[in-house]
């Protein structure tokens, strides 16, 4: 929806969704709130039940929870380049002991206030030490464009912002399956003892 702001006029693209609980059933989702992120031009915001959560301390339930079911939905957070605008009221939205509904309404306000933040580009050390990510940057930083030096390096950094989301997912990927094949042969091993 288009929407427009009924203090300063400004007008912003607001998204609803309610997300599938199968993981493998929200990637199209996540896909075309990518797509929606490179087209907007006026401010976005996306609210709505995602039945994932982004952090292991949203999970109050006595089992743990597996965090590589939210990997999508985080990077799809990083590449859309959406921000957690945080909350106040329950800490919960739903409950599973409820006579009708199991949500709670949502309420979205959004107040007009001066942007004094100074937004900086986020870089991790830990990335440094990865020899993947310094053969990305090189590989990035070494394509041609030709403009003014602040233009360049602009465009660099866009790029550069844009090839780490993807490696990173990539990453996160590997890492998960080097960690199930790890514990495959944990379970093996001890059954082997067994």
Not at 19 to 36: E, N, Q
């Amino acid at each position: 929806m288009e929407m427009k702001h009924v203090e300063d006029g400004n007008t912003f693209n607001l998204t609803v969704v309610y997300v599938k609980r199968k993981p493998m059933l929200r990637r199209t989702l996540w896909d075309a709130l990518r797509h929606k992120s490179s087209i907007y031009t006026i401010p976005w915001c996306v609210i709505g039940d995602v039945n994932v959560i982004a952090l292991v301390k949203e999970n109050i339930r006595g089992i743990p929870y597996q965090m590589s079911k939210c990997m999508d939905f985080l990077s799809m957070i990083e590449d859309s380049g959406l921000v957690d605008l945080g909350y106040y009221g329950h800490k919960y939205t739903w409950s599973n002991a409820s006579a009708s509904s199991d949500h709670n309404p949502l309420f979205m306000e959004s107040n007009i206030r001066q942007d004094n933040d100074k937004r900086y580009f986020k870089f991790l050390r830990c990335w440094v030490d990865n020899d993947k990510f310094m053969t990305l940057v090189e590989k990035v930083w070494s394509r041609e464009v030709t403009s003014n030096t602040m233009w360049t390096f602009h465009q660099k950094l866009k790029a550069l912002s844009n090839a780490r989301s993807i490696w990173s997912r990539q990453e996160y990927r590997d890492i998960f399956q080097k960690a199930k094949q790890f514990e495959q042969q944990v379970k093996d091993e001890e059954m082997f003892w067994a």
